[in-house]
């Protein structure tokens, strides 16, 4: 019986955990930012490192009939992809607030925390910063936070 020392097991468990580990680019971390703001829930595939996405199927107004047959490409290989969720709202309100804090103008600072504690915060910071000069800084924010998040997702797995 060939005894393996901890050190060579160790380094092997973790060459083994690097091998099943995702290869995602920065452009790849950046597409599933995307979607994922736009409300899709998206799959990495390990093998062939393809991208696959499909709206919430959770949500009120969602066809299935469009997304049948990537649906059914990701559950018939389920082990080979890995989910990326995106922001739930609590985590949503909270980019949200953060960007508020992160603006030099406090006034306009003062105004977005304001309407943030109105009933329909997302709606009043949406009409607030849609009016504002502050939304393409907005944008580049929440595009930030996002990939941030699914990197966030990619160390949990």
């Given at each position: 019986m060939q005894i393996i020392p901890a050190q060579s097991l160790a380094r092997t468990t973790v060459v083994q955990k690097l091998k099943n580990q995702m290869k995602?680019?920065?452009?790849?971390?950046?597409?599933?930012?995307?979607?994922?703001?736009?409300?899709?829930?998206?799959?990495?595939?390990?093998?062939?490192?393809?991208?696959?996405?499909?709206?919430?199927?959770?949500?009120?107004?969602?066809?299935?009939?469009p997304w049948e047959d990537i649906m059914a490409k990701i559950e018939n290989d389920w082990e080979n992809y890995d989910r990326f969720e995106k922001m739930n709202s609590n985590e949503g309100f909270q980019v949200m607030e953060n960007f508020a804090y992160a603006i030099n103008d406090l006034n306009f600072r003062?105004?977005?925390?304001?309407?943030?504690?109105?009933?329909?915060?997302?709606?009043?910071?949406?009409?607030?910063?849609?009016?504002?000069?502050?939304?393409?800084?907005?944008?580049?924010?929440?595009?930030?936070?996002y990939i941030d998040f699914v990197k966030q997702q990619i160390e949990t797995k």
């Open positions: 995602l680019t920065d452009k790849d971390i950046a597409e599933i930012a995307e979607l994922l703001d736009c409300g899709f829930i998206c799959f990495y595939h390990r093998p062939t490192g393809e991208i696959e996405s499909h709206p919430d199927p959770n949500d009120i107004y969602f066809d299935p009939e003062y105004k977005i925390l304001e309407r943030l504690t109105r009933r329909k915060p997302f709606q009043n910071f949406k009409i607030l910063i849609d009016s504002s000069n502050h939304r393409q800084n907005w944008f580049e924010f929440k595009k930030n936070a």
